[in-house]
């Protein structure tokens, strides 16, 4: 687990997003501002690695999820800026196809 998995629990409770600090896969360091999804906490990922989940707006039309290990992930802090679950949550549902209910407990989302 990070050393801000409670922001990032925090995050997803309120609705908020996170401004994320992490390094790319080319190793360059990145910060967004990005949406809380999930994490995964080594048994659902394919290398057991933990595993966060954001959704990111700004790739992509309609943004498109990002996932990095715990080690790729410098700093989570909490923004001011909220998010609806609803610009997200259905494209990301249609888009894998093996979606399954979050590991973190929320009150939106695919298992609510």
């Known amino acids: 687990m990070h050393k801000d998995h409670d922001n990032f629990?925090?995050?997803?409770?309120?609705?908020?997003?996170?401004?994320?600090?992490?390094?790319?896969?080319?190793?360059?360091?990145?910060?967004?501002?990005?949406?809380?999804?999930d994490y995964n906490p080594g048994k659902r990922a394919i290398d057991l690695s933990n595993c966060y989940q954001f959704w990111d707006f700004e790739m992509g039309d309609n943004?498109?999820?990002?996932?990095?290990?715990?080690?790729?992930?410098?700093?989570?802090e909490v923004d001011k800026e909220t998010f609806n679950p609803e610009d997200f949550v259905n494209a990301f549902a249609d888009e894998e196809k093996k979606w399954r209910h979050f590991f973190i407990h929320r009150n939106w989302g695919p298992d609510t």
């Open 9 to 37: 629990i925090e995050a997803i409770s309120k609705t908020k997003k996170i401004r994320l600090i992490f390094f790319d896969n080319n190793k360059h360091l990145t910060v967004k501002t990005v949406v809380p999804l």
């Open 63 to 76: 943004g498109t999820p990002l996932m990095l290990r715990s080690e790729q992930i410098q700093g989570m």
